[in-house]
């Protein structure tokens, strides 16, 4: 909107009416009031409409189109996108082939046998009782046992030896320390349910009373978590040198509650390693604090967050789905074309790189990777025109320097950062996007809205600890169950030994 220019406006007047105000000063000053409330009035509403845009900008992001996620959600969602960014794999619904399954099958020692006998024929009503019977229909059913809980006396004998008279008893396994306790495999089922299905403590208590006829107090659960994280001390420093020696290592941060105070959880994943810390703070300190970037040599894989890019000890890559969506943002909010042709782009390249990888390639030929790279260019350079000629248009500010939309400033970060962007392509390991460490940090998301918050900073430690372990145990396809019970057994805090991490 063009402000009023008042000497503008007197030089356009006719001459009689100048004329007109020149004889009457207290007319032309009315007029020169009242030009300058419009001028005000035209700042006003131009402010107030920009500000309305950003708020409704605000209310159209949603997960398809921000990095919001998607519990944030409305239902539905607020609107249809534009571009759908998911497409057809092609595989038919279900399992695939090679796909392991979980159907029930027949195994050939059953636990118990029950036989069905015929007492008499269904013919002529003779009794069968003593004839011979041939193999008949077998059914197997799978059900839990009525008894679950199993009690082990452990009887401690006493001798008298009859040369000397000492006194001797028998010696009682190691881990039997009370007249009455619970075993290793309770505890760590507990503490299975508690951090891997993150059960709440007196949920955890109720389900051991009515499934397995025996109630579990809090404290035994606590003081099995506290043995549990003390036993795993040096497994954490196992698992965080695993991660520092990856080819290619993911990490992601969230916000998380601890005794009401708001905190920061770090997470750096491989395929093999999970890795947990918590901080104060979000930025270098934290990252620090979690003793995985500093020694980094790998390829870093992150959202385009500045306090990754100040570690230049290993090299950078950025997660495109949160560039995909943050185009979508700018497509549906701007009707910016350079950004569909990018998503575009972006999505073929990572079909032709997955059709790649299927067929054994290490890399892209680099015809084509120098193809798809012109392409990348000439999309920002285009979309950079546009808006130059926007900013031409626009008066200059007061004071400081142009503002930019959205997409302007998302143009040049991509224009900047090309080589992190496209290194999926250059290097196979590094993946499109950033899922496996969001997958990993959804479950401590999941856990705060199940508890509402962590109540301490040493139960925030222990989740850490504990749930790193079953992530990694779970990667690295091992029982939970098991693996926590050996864990929880560790007469002396060691390693337990995981396998070696697998190449990304």
């Not at 500000?51 to 249809?80: C, G």
């Not at 990694?472 to 070696?500: D, F, G, M, S, Y």
Request: proline share 6%.
């Amino acid at each position: 909107m063009n402000t009023l220019d008042l000497t503008a406006l007197m030089a356009d007047l006719p001459a009689e009416d100048q004329q007109v105000l020149a004889e009457h000063p207290a007319l032309r000053l009315l007029l020169e009031k009242l030009v300058r409330s419009l001028q005000t009035l035209q700042q006003e509403n131009q402010q107030l409409r920009e500000q309305v845009k950003r708020l409704e900008d605000r209310l159209k992001l949603d997960s398809h189109n921000s990095s919001k996620p998607p519990s944030s959600d409305a239902f539905p969602v607020s609107q249809k996108p534009i571009l759908n960014l998911r497409t057809r794999s092609g595989k038919k619904p279900g399992g695939q082939e090679g796909h392991p399954g979980s159907t029930l099958e027949r195994v050939s020692v059953p636990d118990r046998t029950v036989v069905h006998p015929v007492g008499v024929c269904s013919g002529c009503g003779k009794d069968l009782s003593g004839v011979e019977a041939t193999q008949g229909e077998r059914r197997q059913v799978f059900d839990l046992p009525e008894k679950l809980l199993e009690v082990t006396e452990h009887q401690s004998e006493v001798k008298v030896c009859p040369e000397c008279q000492t006194v001797n008893r028998g010696v009682f396994p190691e881990g039997v320390d009370h007249p009455v306790q619970y075993g290793a495999r309770v505890k760590s089922l507990a503490v299975y349910l508690s951090e891997y299905q993150m059960i709440p403590f007196g949920r955890v208590s109720e389900l051991f009373e009515d499934v397995v006829g025996q109630s579990l107090s809090q404290g035994t659960l606590l003081n099995a978590l506290s043995t549990t994280f003390d036993h795993l001390a040096p497994t954490e420093a196992f698992i965080q040198q695993g991660v520092v020696s990856a080819p290619v290592a993911h990490f992601d941060e969230t916000g998380v509650k601890v005794a009401g105070q708001g905190q920061w959880l770090h997470t750096a994943s491989t395929p093999a390693w999970t890795y947990y810390a918590v901080h104060r703070k979000r930025g270098r300190e934290g990252m620090d604090a979690a003793g995985i970037l500093p020694s980094y040599r790998g390829v870093a894989e992150h959202d385009h967050w500045e306090p990754y890019l100040g570690y230049q000890a290993c090299v950078h890559a950025f997660c495109n789905a949160h560039h995909l969506r943050e185009l979508m943002g700018v497509l549906e909010h701007e009707g910016a074309p350079w950004a569909a042709h990018l998503i575009e782009l972006l999505l073929e390249i990572k079909a032709q790189v997955d059709a790649a990888k299927q067929a054994g390639q290490e890399a892209l030929p680099w015809i084509q990777r120098a193809f798809y790279q012109q392409c990348y260019h000439a999309i920002l350079l285009e979309g950079g025109k546009i808006y130059a000629a926007e900013e031409e248009g626009r008066a200059p500010p007061k004071r400081g320097r142009k503002k930019r939309s959205k997409g302007h400033n998302l143009l040049l970060r991509l224009e900047r950062y090309s080589t992190e962007t496209l290194r999926f392509m250059e290097d196979f390991r590094v993946p499109f996007d950033n899922n496996l460490v969001e997958r990993d940090i959804r479950m401590v998301k999941v856990k705060q809205k199940v508890s509402g918050c962590f109540r301490s900073e040493e139960g925030t430690r222990y989740f850490c600890r504990i749930r790193g372990f079953i992530s990694t145990v779970k990667k690295q396809q091992k029982n939970v169950l098991e693996e926590l019970t050996r864990a929880l057994q560790l007469p002396h805090p060691k390693a337990i030994l995981l396998a070696e991490p697998q190449a990304v």
